[in-house]
Every structure is written in structure tokens, then in C-alpha cells.
């Protein structure tokens, strides 16, 4: 059994883990590290996977890789590789290949994995989540002239959008009458709903899917007290789910389907540390714990715990927030994500708008399109948790929650 003594082991290959292996090195962290990922390619850019990759054109896989780590000097990247044990009071890691890693520290950064529809057939639609999930998808669109996404979240508009752009005929069934309605209000989830009928896809809202039937090669998507819909392929997005296996594996507290970490992304378990999806970290700015699931906040959430780890006393205070490109459209959005109870909408000369969240009266999000001053300062203001009331031309009259 081959035996590895590291001063950062990191386990996972998304956006955390890289940002904690670059920041861990860029504060003086001692040792050599070791990164593992059960992913077949070193870290790599996730967003155009359903965006310009799904698109088609010229991005290639290597296009996407993030800055090579191995560079920063003494540190190993092992893909294909799993954790099946962690012991925090030895520090000792146990891998799938029956390798033992012996750590000073540890960041956990597993990400998260896609929902699974639990309804019969869902074995036989794809996932997006990773450049595999990619593959498999681009390999049965050769084939395919239509498609139903179920879900609409972020990956199921970006995804519906894009396969539309390559010709499809597209049909998006979802729970919710319009999509996003319950993370953005249903005024924003209407204007995204005209988005992308723009963009030539169908929409069936309150459509709850309850099997996916394979005739042929063709597939059937039955809808509770509604017409089935017929289709090549289905793409299901119906959320994601963080991976907890390692994080259980070592014992350490998790809450709500995430581990607790403070706002240096400690856990409790000395020597431990859980950035990006994995983690319900407390945000010094909103003086609560959260949990985000956003590219550019798990990169800051990993540059905290890398540094952390390496002595520094860094912490996390950033408002959350995220860009969403939808067809040739741009949400930008910023928000605790934890509820609101009031929003306001106010609309721009052609076709921009602004969405300010309120909770007890406080502004606690932004989304907006063709409204970046908004976008900026609205952030600020999240951050802030600044009153409305207080703040000049933020509607303070806003409506209820949709």
C-alpha cells in the first residue's frame, strides 16, 4: 500500500477545490499537496457546459481547464480518484485505489451531484454536471431533432436555450408556473419565460413529471393531469444535491444537507476545512449561516479555506451572486438566498430591468438584465444588509412575495 504525507490534501475538483490549492500556495502553506477528484480531467470550467459547449462550435474540452496546478510547485492532481475514508484524529485519508494519504489538513470541496427524478425512467434521461455528462448528452444529440428539459432552474434554461440555438424543438416542463418563481418572484420568472419562447422553446408550467417511458427510440414524458410529451431525449435539471459522502465519512456536523463551517471555513474537526456547494458557511457580512451553489462564490469560499489553511486568517464576507446567460440574455443576480418576503420591480428603456428583495426590510438580493450600475450597487447593498427605507431610489413600497 503506497503511502502519501501531504500538507493540504483537497478533495474534490470544482472551482473550491483549484481556488484552495492556488490560495494555499499563494499564503505559504507547508508541504507538498495532493489533490483527488473522481473526475477524469483536472479542474475545469463548468459554466459553458451549458452554455457554449452545449452550443456547439469550436470549444473544445481543453478550452475549459483552469490554470494548471501542478505549476505552483509540489502539488499532485489525481483524477479518477475516490476517498472511501476519512479519520480526522490520525489525519489519515483512505483512497479508492487503497492508497493512504497522511494530511496536515484537509479541505473538502465534493461539489454536488444532480437530483434524480424519483419516477420511472429517469435511468434513461441524461444529466448535466460535468464534462462526462457533457460527452454522453453531445453524443445523443447526433441523432436527436427534439428534447425535453425538466426542470427550470439555471442549468434547465441555460441547457433549453442552447439546444434550441442548435435547431431543436425544445419543451421545458416544470413544477413551477414559470421558471424561477421560487428563487426569483414571479415577475422576473416571467420575463425569463418570454426569454425563452424568444428563443423557440415551448414551456409547460405546473407540469409535475411522473415517468419517462422509452418507445423505441424515442422517449414519452407523462405529465400529472396533462398531455405526455414526446421527445428523442430528455435532459433532466431538477436540482443539485451536495456530496456528503467524505464529509460524513470523517464524522463532521452537517446541517441541512451541508457541512457547518465557520466563516474561515473551519469545521469543527481541527485541521478540517469544507468550501463552495458542500458547505453552510457563516458569512461574517450576513452574520448567519448560508449555502450558495454559485461558481464565483465557491472560488471565494476555496481561496478562504486554502489560505485559511495555510495560517492566514482570511475570511468570508462576500454577498453571493452569479451571472446566468440565457439565449443572448444576461441575469445577473445577487442575494443572501435564503428568502425574501417583498420584491420590487423596476423597468428600463429596452427591455432592461432591476428586481430589489427585501427581508424585514432590508434589501437582501438583486437581479437584473441590462442594468449593471443596479447590479453593483445592489450587491453592495446586500452586503451591507442595508435598510431600504434608507436607501434612495430603491422602491420601498414593494409588492408581497409572488
Same mark, same amino acid.
Not at 452545449?54 to 483524477?79: A, F, I, K, S
Not at 456528503?244 to 469543527?268: F, I, K, N, Q, W
Not at 447590479?375 to 420601498?396: F, I, K, Q, W
Given at each position: 500500500?503506497?503511502?502519501?504525507?501531504?500538507?493540504?490534501?483537497?478533495?474534490?475538483?470544482?472551482?473550491?477545490?483549484?481556488?484552495?490549492?492556488?490560495?494555499?500556495?499563494?499564503?505559504?502553506?507547508?508541504?507538498?499537496?495532493?489533490?483527488?477528484?473522481?473526475?477524469?480531467?483536472?479542474?475545469?470550467?463548468?459554466?459553458?457546459?451549458?452554455?457554449?459547449?452545449?452550443?456547439?462550435?469550436?470549444?473544445?474540452?481543453?478550452?475549459?481547464?483552469?490554470?494548471?496546478?501542478?505549476?505552483?510547485?509540489?502539488?499532485?492532481?489525481?483524477?479518477?480518484?475516490?476517498?472511501?475514508?476519512?479519520?480526522?484524529?490520525?489525519?489519515?485519508?483512505?483512497?479508492?485505489?487503497?492508497?493512504?494519504?497522511?494530511?496536515?489538513?484537509?479541505?473538502?470541496?465534493?461539489?454536488?451531484?444532480?437530483?434524480?427524478?424519483?419516477?420511472?425512467?429517469?435511468?434513461?434521461?441524461?444529466?448535466?454536471?460535468?464534462?462526462?455528462?457533457?460527452?454522453?448528452?453531445?453524443?445523443?444529440?447526433?441523432?436527436?431533432?427534439?428534447?425535453? @428539459?425538466? %426542470?427550470?432552474?439555471?442549468? +434547465?434554461?441555460? !441547457?433549453? $436555450?442552447?439546444? /434550441? *440555438?442548435? =435547431?431543436?424543438? #425544445?419543451? &421545458?416542463?416544470?413544477?413551477?408556473?414559470?421558471?424561477?418563481?421560487?428563487?426569483?418572484?414571479?415577475?422576473?420568472?416571467?420575463?425569463?419565460?418570454?426569454?425563452?419562447?424568444?428563443?423557440?422553446?415551448?414551456?409547460?408550467?405546473?407540469?409535475?413529471?411522473?415517468?419517462?417511458?422509452?418507445?423505441?427510440?424515442?422517449?414519452?414524458?407523462?405529465?400529472?393531469?396533462?398531455?405526455?410529451?414526446?421527445?428523442?431525449?430528455?435532459?433532466?435539471?431538477?436540482?443539485?444535491?451536495?456530496?456528503?459522502?467524505?464529509?460524513?465519512?470523517?464524522?463532521?456536523?452537517?446541517?441541512?444537507?451541508?457541512?457547518?463551517?465557520?466563516?474561515?471555513?473551519?469545521?469543527? @474537526?481541527? %485541521?478540517?476545512?469544507?468550501? +463552495?456547494?458542500? !458547505?453552510? $458557511?457563516?458569512? /461574517? *457580512?450576513? =452574520?448567519?449561516? #448560508?449555502? &450558495?451553489?454559485?461558481?464565483?462564490?465557491?472560488?471565494?469560499?476555496?481561496?478562504?479555506?486554502?489560505?485559511?489553511?495555510?495560517?492566514?486568517?482570511?475570511?468570508?464576507?462576500?454577498?453571493?451572486?452569479?451571472?446566468?446567460?440565457?439565449?443572448?440574455?444576461?441575469?445577473?443576480?445577487?442575494?443572501?438566498?435564503?428568502?425574501?418576503?417583498?420584491?420590487?420591480?423596476?423597468?428600463?428603456?429596452?427591455?432592461?430591468?432591476?428586481?430589489?428583495?427585501?427581508?424585514?426590510?432590508?434589501?437582501?438580493?438583486?437581479?437584473?438584465?441590462?442594468?449593471?450600475?443596479?447590479?453593483?450597487?445592489?450587491?453592495?447593498?446586500?452586503?451591507?444588509?442595508?435598510?431600504?427605507?434608507?436607501?434612495?431610489?430603491?422602491?420601498?413600497?414593494?409588492?408581497?412575495?409572488?
Amino acid at each position: 500500500m503506497s503511502v502519501t504525507t501531504t500538507g493540504l490534501l483537497v478533495v474534490g475538483g470544482g472551482p473550491a477545490a483549484h481556488a484552495a490549492v492556488t490560495a494555499y500556495r499563494g499564503h505559504g502553506g507547508p508541504g507538498p499537496v495532493l489533490l483527488v477528484s473522481a473526475d477524469d480531467r483536472p479542474p475545469y470550467l463548468r459554466p459553458p457546459l451549458t452554455k457554449e459547449l452545449l452550443r456547439g462550435g469550436n470549444l473544445g474540452e481543453d478550452d475549459l481547464l483552469l490554470d494548471d496546478l501542478t505549476r505552483l510547485g509540489d502539488v499532485e492532481v489525481r483524477t479518477r480518484t475516490t476517498v472511501t475514508s476519512l479519520q480526522p484524529g490520525t489525519r489519515t485519508a483512505r483512497l479508492g485505489d487503497g492508497g493512504e494519504v497522511r494530511w496536515r489538513a484537509c479541505v473538502l470541496a465534493t461539489g454536488s451531484e444532480p437530483v434524480r427524478l424519483p419516477v420511472p425512467g429517469d435511468g434513461d434521461a441524461y444529466h448535466l454536471r460535468s464534462l462526462a455528462d457533457a460527452r454522453a448528452l453531445l453524443a445523443g444529440l447526433h441523432d436527436a431533432g427534439s428534447v425535453v @428539459v425538466v %426542470g427550470s432552474g439555471f442549468i +434547465g434554461c441555460e !441547457a433549453a $436555450a442552447s439546444l /434550441a *440555438a442548435r =435547431g431543436l424543438d #425544445v419543451t &421545458v416542463c416544470s413544477t413551477e408556473r414559470v421558471p424561477q418563481a421560487s428563487r426569483l418572484g414571479d415577475a422576473v420568472g416571467d420575463r425569463i419565460a418570454d426569454w425563452l419562447r424568444g428563443a423557440g422553446v415551448r414551456l409547460r408550467g405546473d407540469a409535475e413529471v411522473t415517468g419517462i417511458e422509452s418507445t423505441g427510440g424515442a422517449r414519452v414524458v407523462h405529465v400529472r393531469d396533462g398531455e405526455p410529451v414526446a421527445a428523442d431525449l430528455v435532459l433532466v435539471a431538477a436540482g443539485a444535491r451536495p456530496r456528503l459522502g467524505p464529509a460524513e465519512a470523517a464524522g463532521v456536523l452537517v446541517e441541512d444537507g451541508r457541512v457547518v463551517v465557520d466563516e474561515h471555513m473551519r469545521t469543527a @474537526v481541527p %485541521g478540517m476545512f469544507a468550501a +463552495g456547494d458542500v !458547505a453552510r $458557511a457563516f458569512n /461574517a *457580512a450576513a =452574520g448567519r449561516h #448560508v449555502g &450558495v451553489e454559485h461558481w464565483g462564490d465557491a472560488e471565494e469560499m476555496g481561496a478562504v479555506a486554502g489560505a485559511a489553511a495555510a495560517g492566514s486568517d482570511a475570511r468570508w464576507d462576500a454577498a453571493p451572486g452569479f451571472w446566468s446567460e440565457i439565449g443572448d440574455r444576461v441575469l445577473k443576480y445577487s442575494a443572501w438566498g435564503d428568502g425574501f418576503d417583498e420584491v420590487a420591480l423596476t423597468t428600463h428603456p429596452g427591455g432592461g430591468f432591476t428586481a430589489w428583495y427585501q427581508r424585514h426590510g432590508s434589501v437582501c438580493g438583486v437581479a437584473t438584465h441590462q442594468a449593471d450600475e443596479d447590479y453593483e450597487r445592489g450587491s453592495d447593498l446586500v452586503r451591507r444588509n442595508a435598510r431600504a427605507s434608507e436607501v434612495a431610489d430603491v422602491p420601498t413600497t414593494a409588492g408581497p412575495r409572488d
